[in-house]
């Protein structure tokens, strides 16, 4: 056998104990077995066939061995494996004999053919006869054996054919979609209006792109306080020098409506550092007016030196 069938539900349910080692010499064994469809040697010569080259790989022969294969007079077999070895033959078997009829069927044809063709030819039997109506029903019965023949022979893959056609056809998909998954999407059963909206492409913002006064109006009613021109700016920089398809919009009166709705108010001012606050100032100035021409004179004299005569005179 060039080829066979490998159940892996039966394998792994059967063979889950087995180590890697033991998985590895047991398929080796199998594919010897079906490819010579022969029993295998035993002991030694089993070692060598399967190339063992340490004691751990010759323990793994052995143990699958003991598990799995029968030891006969004529050496080691498998029971799976003979039944499909079996199976194999007799629908190797079925399909010669389909063959040979179906060819035995086209050369019964051809024959018949061919006397029907010179017997007209030497008779010249007008058309309705007999002997026409004998011929066409010969070829009718030849197409028929040939046709029952290849029915037979492809049965099973017809049956696969027509589950995974009805499958299909179930679940609403297209045959062809699911054997070409690159092929281009069929758009056969959109309207204009679908497959504008799914292949439209926006534009970018310009790079001199100026702020419309609708624009403008908008905004100052929306968020009164934000600067319109200052926000323009930003909004401009920012999507110019945006790469990609990113900075691709299709409308963009309603990006600046989002960007205006989003952007944050300027926070305001804070007093500096060491300056005097607006309350100090006032009362300042209040002290200012209250103590009048005196007090101005008083800080424009020049303050004199107190001595302490006290003190002076215990030093």
């Known amino acids: 056998m060039n080829f066979f069938k490998f159940y892996i539900g039966d394998y ?16 080796l064994m199998l594919q010897h077995y079906y490819a010579t469809e022969k029993p295998l040697p035993i002991g030694k010569a089993l070692h060598r066939m399967l190339r063992a080259t340490d004691k751990a790989e010759r ?5 699958v061995a003991a598990q799995f294969w029968t030891t006969t007079e004529a050496g080691l077999v498998n029971e799976r494996a003979d039944r499909e070895l079996t199976k194999a033959d007799a629908q190797a078997e079925t399909n010669r004999r389909i063959a040979n009829e179906r060819e035995a069927a086209r050369k019964a044809a051809r024959e018949q053919h061919e006397k029907s063709t010179n017997r007209g030819k030497k008779n010249s039997s007008p ?16 197409r028929n054996q040939e046709v029952d023949a290849a029915h037979n022979e492809s049965e099973g893959i017809t049956q696969v054919v027509d589950f995974v056609a009805a499958a299909s056809t179930e679940r609403g998909t297209n045959r062809s979609t699911i ?16 497959k504008t909206e799914k292949t439209a492409r926006g534009a970018r913002l310009l790079p001199d792109w100026v702020l ?19 926000t323009a700016e930003r909004f401009r920089d920012y999507w110019t020098a945006r790469p990609g398809a990113g900075g691709r919009k299709l409308d963009w009166q309603a990006t600046w409506r989002n960007w205006v709705r989003e952007e944050r108010a300027a926070p305001p001012l804070r007093a500096v550092k060491g300056a005097e606050p607006e309350w100090r100032r006032e009362q300042r100035e209040r002290n200012e007016a209250f103590a009048g021409p005196a007090a101005a004179k ?18």
Request: glycine share 4%.
């Open 127 to 142: 058309a309705g006869s007999d002997d026409e109506k004998q011929r066409e029903k010969s070829l009718e019965s030849a």
């Open 298 to 315: 008083r800080k424009a004299e020049p303050q004199q030196e107190t001595i302490d005569v006290a003190a002076t005179r215990l030093g």
């Open 12 to 27: 792994q349910r059967d063979t889950a104990h087995l180590s890697i080692t033991e998985h590895g010499a047991y398929m």
């Open 179 to 194: 054997d070409q998954p690159n092929q281009t999407p069929d758009t056969r059963h959109q309207t204009p209006e679908e």
């Open 212 to 230: 419309p006064e609708e624009w403008r109006d908008w905004a100052q009613q929306e968020r009164p306080d934000l600067d319109p021109q200052v």
């Open 59 to 63: 323990d793994a022969i052995d143990a």
